[in-house]
């Protein structure tokens, strides 16, 4: 058994103290059971789960893995806290807030031999995946993704890394990408913004990815695909799956702890993840230089 710690109570903290305490029969997460939670606020017992240290839980021989479920500006230094005890980490997207942050991260858990994994519930969901199997074969011409959102609470950071879940839908769907300008307005007062990216896919095929957050805007994702042979308008209707999306990633999860998941499949999701991160790293960069173009830079 694999005794885990949750750090942070928040949404994403509840669910997977939740669904350790009922994991999916004969699934490889039945191998997890949850000694504790870590929170800076002083809590009562959470679904029967007790509150301890941080200092305990990296000292306990019993605990070997931390869900890293805070907010993204305090996911480094959790993660390398734990690695740095040789405890295996799963942290919510995304791991770190700058491309080269990840890449140590990586490294210190390869050093470590432990199991450094990110979550990405939403290439789990049941319109991703049909979405994924509609474009197969199709050739893209050109497209567009606008998320519209609420306002995030602080310490979620760069839109270009608390939105990654995104840019990773796009990755997945047309390889990898490359940034060619990026702007951000914002109107803080009012709790606005909106991040316009350009991207272009390996076959020089642009992709814009807009994220617009603000008081009142529904949490929706506008899709314009054009290919070929059609153009893609809405997500494909798709039935809602029996297991939750973050259970199947810590079914996921659990399977890399057991050595159940393949090395190849381990090398391109690293390098997804990598990828993903480093195009974060461009955008932010880009929107801050002001101008917004790779060609000016
Ligand atoms: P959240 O705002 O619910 O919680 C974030 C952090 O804030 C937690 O550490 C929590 O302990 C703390 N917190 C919450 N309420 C608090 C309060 N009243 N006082 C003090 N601290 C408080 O955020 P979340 O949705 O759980 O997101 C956590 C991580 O999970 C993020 O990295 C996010 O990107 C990721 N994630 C979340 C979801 C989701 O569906 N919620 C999906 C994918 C990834």
Not at 106 to 126: F, N, R, S
Not at 205 to 224: A, F, Q, Y
Not at 260 to 289: G, T
Request: charged content about 25%.
């Amino acid at each position: 058994m694999f005794g885990s710690v949750v750090v942070g109570i928040g949404t994403a903290g509840f669910v997977r103290i939740r669904d350790m305490l009922a994991p999916l029969p004969s699934s490889a997460a039945e191998k997890l059971s949850v000694k504790g939670f870590i929170s800076r606020r002083t809590l009562e017992e959470q679904q029967g789960v007790k509150q301890i240290t941080i200092e305990d839980a990296l000292r306990r021989d019993d605990i070997k893995v931390a869900f890293v479920c805070t907010e993204n500006a305090v996911h480094e230094e959790n993660i390398r806290t734990f690695l740095e005890a040789g405890k295996h980490v799963c942290v919510e997207y995304p791991m770190a807030m700058t491309y080269k942050t990840a890449v140590d991260l990586w490294d210190l858990a390869q050093e470590k031999g432990v199991v450094l994994h990110e979550e990405h519930i939403e290439l789990l969901t049941a319109d991703f995946k049909q979405l994924k199997k509609d474009i197969a074969g199709k050739k893209l011409e050109e497209g567009s993704l606008h998320f519209t959102g609420g306002p995030l609470k602080p310490g979620f950071g760069f839109p270009a890394f608390s939105g990654i879940a995104r840019l990773t839908w796009l990755v997945d769907l047309f390889g990898e990408l490359s940034v060619t300008a990026a702007t951000m307005e914002e109107d803080q007062e009012n709790k606005y913004m909106k991040m316009t990216t350009q991207l272009m896919t390996k076959e020089q095929k642009p992709l814009t990815w807009i994220e617009e957050r603000g008081p009142g805007l529904p949490r929706v994702k506008n899709i314009n695909f054009r290919f070929d042979s059609c153009t893609m308008t809405q997500l494909p209707p798709a039935a809602r799956e029996p297991v939750g999306l973050f259970m199947q990633d810590l079914v996921l999860f659990s399977q890399k702890l057991l050595g159940q998941v393949p090395r190849d499949q381990l090398h391109a999701e690293r390098h997804r993840v990598l990828h993903c991160l480093e195009l974060a790293d461009r955008i932010q960069q880009l929107s801050q230089q002001g101008q917004g173009s790779a060609q000016d830079a």
